[in-house]
T-cell receptor, first 115, second 109 residues
Framework: KAGVTQTPRYLIKTRGQQVTLSCSPISGHRSVSWYQQTPGQGLQFLFEYFSETQRNKGNFPGRFSGRQFSNSRSEMNVSTLELGDSALYLC??????????????FGSGTRLTVV | TQLLEQSPQFLSIQEGENLTVYCNSSSVFSSLQWYRQEPGEGPVLLVTVVTGGEVKKLKRLTFQFGDARKDSSLHITAAQPGDTGLYLCAGNAGNMLTFGGGTRLMVKP
């Protein structure tokens, strides 16, 4: 079966611009989570969506937002980009509504560079 | 805020050696997962441990969950160059994962 698909793979943006990243989960998975990975901070949780509802949010400023569509695909948006937003953004999907003993399946990520 | 501390941060060993990676927290997690990540890719799940004291084996990899469900370890026997990568532990609390800082392992032939 197809894995988690993230687009685009690479993105270069200028400070002050905004960006939208896309994630298509595994078919049948209704939970989509987003993580930011940087060398200094490691993997940090951004937010999680289940059935189009945001159920949990990490400690990130309001410039970071997301949404989920009825087909479970998700997008995240970052407005007014800052240099520190340069990171690998990872999307993960899982089939369960709460905790996932089956683990999460991650996409390959979108590498965002802000210049 | 729940934190997971992993040690060591870096490990460089020769092929055939054994190693252990530790993951510690002051918080209790409902489950703990270990992932391996290669450059340019997302983390890939290796194992999920749920019960305190649980031990799981995956070929040369042995995972243990502490009795109090606050810590875990990953032991690799006879490491091979193919084991090279970033190993991440992640605690599951509700519908989010809290990741440790990772252990970057390099196995030299």
């Amino acid at each position: 079966k197809a894995g988690v698909t993230q687009t685009p793979r690479y993105l270069i943006k200028t400070r002050g611009q905004q960006v939208t990243l896309s994630c298509s989960p595994i078919s049948g998975h209704r939970s989509v989570s987003w993580y930011q990975q940087t060398p200094g901070q490691g993997l940090q949780f951004l937010f999680e969506y289940f059935s189009e509802t945001q159920r949990n949010k990490g400690n990130f400023p309001g410039r970071f937002s997301g949404r989920q569509f009825s087909n479970s695909r998700s997008e995240m948006n970052v407005s007014t980009l800052e240099l520190g937003d340069s990171a690998l953004y990872l999307c993960a999907s899982s089939r369960d509504s709460n905790w996932s003993p089956y683990g999460y399946t991650f996409g390959s990520g979108t590498r965002l560079t802000v210049v | 805020t729940q934190l997971l501390e992993q040690s060591p941060q870096f490990l460089s060993i020769q092929e055939g050696e054994n190693l252990t990676v530790y993951c510690n927290s002051s918080s209790v997690f409902s489950s703990l997962q270990w992932y391996r990540q290669e450059p340019g890719e997302g983390p890939v799940l290796l194992v999920t441990v749920v019960t305190g004291g649980e031990v799981k084996k995956l070929k040369r990899l042995t995972f243990q969950f502490g009795d109090a469900r606050k810590d875990s370890s990953l032991h690799i026997t006879a490491a091979q160059p193919g084991d090279t990568g970033l190993y991440l532990c992640a605690g599951n609390a509700g519908n989010m994962l809290t990741f440790g800082g990772g252990t970057r392992l390099m196995v030299k032939p």
